[in-house]
Nanobody
């Protein structure tokens, strides 16, 4: 599986961006797709995950502002980010997991095997 992320850039606080991730290879049957982010001072943080059944989980800091979605026909998934804040500044990574966790279990970075290269989002105040 190969993942190619794009869409990062520079935006002012309060603005919006949409990240895209194109998946290729043997993606059939994967358990979840997700977005994570990391800045130099922090560990990799879960932003959003969409499970194989279509339900989504979000990190507490982005709930109500970010939305994960998927276009299955294009094998592409997206992260729509609105009301951006300076603290959202980070490198964003798309990822794919072949694990199907039950709904009560929360995905972590360790559950994801396949990772894209990252795209930088910078939010100015």
């Amino acid at each position: 599986v190969q993942l190619q992320a794009s869409g990062g850039g520079f935006v002012q606080a309060g603005g919006s961006l949409r990240l895209s991730c194109v998946a290729s290879g043997r993606t059939y049957g994967m358990g979840a797709v997700g977005w994570f982010r990391q800045d130099p001072a922090s560990e990799r943080e879960l932003v959003a995950v969409e499970r194989w059944g279509g339900t989504a989980d979000y990190g507490d800091s982005v709930k109500g502002r970010f939305t994960i979605s998927r276009d299955r026909a294009k094998n592409t998934y997206y992260l729509q980010m609105t009301s951006l804040k300076p603290e959202d500044t980070a490198v964003y990574y798309c990822a794919m997991s072949n694990r199907r966790l039950i709904s009560s279990s929360r995905y972590t970075a360790e559950d994801f095997t396949f990772w894209g290269q990252g795209t930088l989002v910078t939010v100015s105040s």
